[in-house]
């Protein structure tokens, strides 16, 4: 089996990237997804965020996510905080999820801090998804309704595009000039070692 981290800054096109493998049969660990679940569901996460916010961090058995996002993006030391209860957690997930897929030559993991969370020695290959700036603002302002400045608060709160790229074993660019799918099926191509796999 081969373990491919998918990462990239918000807006580069992670998810994309991410849908091109399901087309090809490759099962796909989102693991934003997976986080938001199972803050609601592990009791261990749940106690930790009430701890940190109080009560109301949980409303009508949701997540409160005005309440978490400001907590979150208000100090790096918040987001440590939270990163601390819930990366444990996914990780032991993301393993569990591994190893009901043994049989297939391929997965992946989608997470946008794949290299801050720690995921990236869960995975035996790193890509990272590029996209210039100003598409990536112009992607997530039309997309989530953001401001430019709610957009740019989230870009810094994230690893340095340079940085990521210094890690990556492979650089996918999406910037609407090159064909993401010939991208991709390089990629496999290469991480097969066999010219097709």
Same mark, same amino acid.
């Not at 993006?73 to 905080?81: G, R, T």
């Not at 995921?119 to 890509?127: C, L, P, R, S």
């Not at 340079?162 to 991709?184: F, P």
């Not at 099926?185 to 796999?197: C, W």
């Given at each position: !089996? @081969?373990?491919?981290?998918?990462?990239?800054? @918000?807006? =580069?096109?992670? =998810? +994309? +990237?991410?849908?091109?493998?399901? $087309?090809?049969?490759? &099962?796909?660990?989102?693991? #934003?997804?997976?986080?938001?679940?199972? !803050?609601?569901? #592990? &009791?261990?996460?749940?106690?930790?965020?009430? =701890?940190?916010?109080?009560?109301?961090?949980?409303?009508?058995?949701?997540?409160?996510? &005005?309440?978490?996002? =400001?907590?979150?993006?208000? /100090? *790096?030391?918040?987001?440590?905080?939270?990163?601390?209860? +819930?990366? *444990?957690?996914?990780?032991?997930?993301?393993?569990?999820?591994?190893?009901?897929?043994?049989?297939?030559?391929?997965?992946?993991?989608?997470?946008?801090?794949?290299?801050?969370?720690?995921?990236?020695?869960?995975?035996?290959?790193?890509? #990272?998804?590029?996209? *210039?700036? *100003?598409?990536?603002?112009?992607?997530?302002?039309?997309? /989530?309704?953001?401001?430019?400045?709610? $957009? !740019?608060?989230?870009?810094?709160?994230? !690893? /340095?595009?340079?940085?990521?790229?210094? @890690?990556?074993?492979?650089?996918?660019?999406? #910037?609407?000039?090159?064909?993401? @799918? $010939?991208?991709?099926?390089?990629?496999?191509?290469?991480?097969?070692?066999?010219?097709?796999?």
């Amino acid at each position: !089996m @081969i373990r491919i981290g998918i990462t990239g800054g @918000i807006g =580069s096109g992670k =998810s +994309v +990237v991410c849908r091109l493998l399901e $087309v090809r049969g490759i &099962p796909v660990y989102d693991s #934003d997804t997976a986080a938001k679940k199972l !803050m609601l569901t #592990d &009791p261990e996460i749940r106690r930790g965020l009430i =701890s940190l916010l109080g009560e109301e961090v949980y409303k009508e058995g949701q997540l409160n996510k &005005p309440l978490l996002s =400001s907590f979150l993006f208000s /100090d *790096p030391e918040h987001a440590a905080m939270i990163n601390h209860l +819930v990366h *444990p957690v996914v990780r032991t997930d993301f393993r569990r999820w591994t190893a009901a897929r043994r049989n297939c030559f391929f997965i992946a993991m989608e997470s946008a801090i794949l290299i801050e969370s720690g995921f990236a020695t869960e995975v035996d290959k790193v890509v #990272d998804v590029y996209a *210039p700036l *100003p598409l990536r603002l112009k992607r997530v302002m039309e997309r /989530d309704g953001s401001t430019e400045e709610q $957009v !740019m608060q989230r870009i810094h709160s994230q !690893m /340095d595009d340079k940085q990521k790229q210094k @890690i990556a074993d492979i650089i996918l660019r999406n #910037d609407e000039e090159r064909s993401l @799918i $010939v991208q991709v099926e390089h990629m496999l191509r290469e991480f097969s070692g066999i010219g097709e796999y």
